[in-house]
């Protein structure tokens, strides 16, 4: 092993007995910011960074709903779809009104894990168009309560595979 530079030598020696800081140590001989003068205060906690990322991950754990601007100049629009079905109803007309979305469409659609869709990749030009027909066929979210867009519905045990991984996770 290739002998270690001053300021991680004395570190690595001064830590050598402590066990709770044996994956320190490690990460101190490969990681340019673990040094000797690395806070005690810190010594075997995880880096600021990761509390940051995992809030960021907390905050939205679902489908967010509406106009999503993307990369390159594109916007996403996540519509909410009762029960993962998408059919003509009296009511609502959800097939008619994607079928004249698709024919100006020039992005993708994509299924979320909620059951819902994804109108992906809609170029700027092309965004006042799909909100014009989002609004028509009454497809925006606007008239859909917090409760409805945070349901879910499932066939249960044994086809659903939501369902497969609640039981093995409550088992």
């Given at each position: 092993m290739a002998a270690l530079p001053e300021k991680r030598r004395v570190y690595a020696d001064s830590m050598a007995g402590v066990g709770s800081h044996r994956q320190h140590l490690v990460q101190s001989q490969h990681?340019?910011?673990f040094a000797a003068d690395f806070p005690a205060a810190r010594r075997g906690q995880p880096p600021a960074e990761v509390y940051e990322y995992a809030r960021r991950i907390s905050e939205h754990s679902g489908d967010r709903y509406g106009w999503v601007e993307g990369a390159?100049?594109?916007?996403?629009?996540?519509?909410?779809?009762?029960?993962g079905r998408i059919?003509?109803?009296?009511?609502?007309l959800l097939m008619?009104?994607?079928?004249?979305?698709a024919n100006v469409h020039d992005g993708d659609f994509r299924l979320t894990a909620n059951q819902n869709l994804l109108i992906g990749q809609v170029?700027?030009?092309?965004?006042?168009?799909?909100?014009?027909?989002?609004?028509?066929?009454?497809?925006?979210?606007?008239r859909q309560t917090g409760l409805r867009l945070n349901s879910m519905a499932c066939v249960a045990?044994?086809?659903?595979?939501?369902?497969?991984?609640?039981?093995?996770?409550?088992?």
């Open positions: 990681s340019p910011d390159n100049d594109t916007w996403h629009y996540t519509m909410f779809i009762q029960n059919l003509d109803t009296p009511d609502d008619t009104g994607l079928r004249e979305i170029s700027s030009k092309r965004k006042p168009v799909i909100d014009v027909l989002l609004k028509k066929y009454r497809l925006d979210n606007h045990l044994p086809t659903c595979g939501l369902a497969m991984a609640g039981k093995d996770f409550h088992s």
